[in-house]
């Protein structure tokens, strides 16, 4: 009921509504290290408070059943009935009811750590006495599993996220959703989506999600190199039998010598994310993509590309002829997504070329274009 009030070092297993500071200003609040299952709503900020920090918390339904596994008060409780009460009827209850973090009337708020888990909403920034929030800048503050969109904007503006993560395991198409009624603009500095739910892009009705980085005016060509990069990410290969692609001088190029699959040394991927926010989410459907390529050995590259009405869409098979060239093949789409929705395991890429050679192949760059 004041500033400066301060939250430490406390865990909540079972609360209503959990913190409490929007009914008064509590300017220059502190909120640290908190764990607790909110069966409602989390933390709510507003009031008039200006000024305040929220760092290492998690809201999360684990926090619900533990650490006394025996929780509910059933006869004969077992691990079997523990897990069975959990991810079906806990989980389904915190991904449809329970709202983690609340914005109302506030202003010039940090955090660090502000996690969530298996909630309905991650975050939510409403209007509160004709309010909204201002100046919102959270660092680190990932959300796995929500139930509808992680971060719903209904008011506000000047809302900024650093380095986010999501991961979209059970819940909706979208991790970002604005109202009809929201005009301010909320920066993502550094997004990562992951998970089996396709289609991360935002739902934008009112306002503006910027996804940076921008592309500078005028860029009609994204590449990447062993060299350089600019506007596309060469992520690394999972289950490789080394952890680098090796980096050579071949025939006067320099290039990536891919490294196999740890089981099967006869295949290696190349995982492409598109980094530039106006080539992503469809906003540029045709484009043409070439790969400059050693035409070494005896095999096969089988491209894939996440597409508006296919998440992993195969594009072409590029047979190697063992020529001893290099060879650049290029192919145009007309319905790249570029949601990085490719929903492998361990994927979720905008792009992706699986090789099956004899001999490892060896790229010297991955490029996208347009007219």
Known sequence: MGHNTYIRYVTIKRGWDLIDMASHDCSGFSISGLWAAPLNRGIYVGGGTRSGRMEKIIQTM???????RKTPDVPNWTRELQREWTWN???????????????????????????SFRLKHHMMFQSQNGRGPENIELFLSPSEGTGAASS?????????????????????ETIFETADE?????????????????????????????????????TTALFVTPETSSGLIKRANYFKTNPQDTISTIKGKKCWTLSPH???????????????DQWRFGRIPRVKISLEY???????????????????????????????????????????????????P????????????????????????KE
């Open 89 to 115: 009827h806990a989980n389904d209850y915190f991904s449809q009811n329970v709202k983690g973090y609340l914005f109302g009337d506030v202003k010039d708020v940090q955090g660090f750590g502000v996690i």
């Open 262 to 276: 740890e089981k099967n040394p006869k295949v290696s991927f190349l995982d492409i994310h598109v980094d530039y």
């Open 62 to 68: 684990g926090a619900f059943g533990y650490p006394d």
């Open 346 to 369: 361990y994927r979720n890429d905008d792009l992706i070329f699986v090789t099956r050679t004899n001999k490892p192949l060896s790229v010297a760059r991955v490029a996208l274009s």
């Open 182 to 218: 929201f005009h301010g603009n909320v920066d993502v500095y550094g997004l990562m989506t992951w998970g089996i739910k396709p289609r991360v892009r935002p739902l934008v009705k009112g306002g503006s999600i910027n996804i940076h980085p921008k592309a500078p005016a005028g």
């Open 294 to 344: 050693l035409d070494e050995g005896e095999g096969s590259i089988e491209v894939i590309y996440d597409a508006k009405d296919d998440t992993e869409k195969k594009l072409d098979t590029i047979m190697l002829s063992g020529s001893g060239a290099w060879k650049t093949w290029t192919r145009e789409v007309d319905d790249a997504m570029f949601a990085r929705s490719i929903a492998r």
């Open 152 to 172: 719903y904007f209904a008011a506000g503006d000047g809302i900024r996220f650093y380095g986010m993560a999501c991961a979209t395991t059970v819940g909706p």
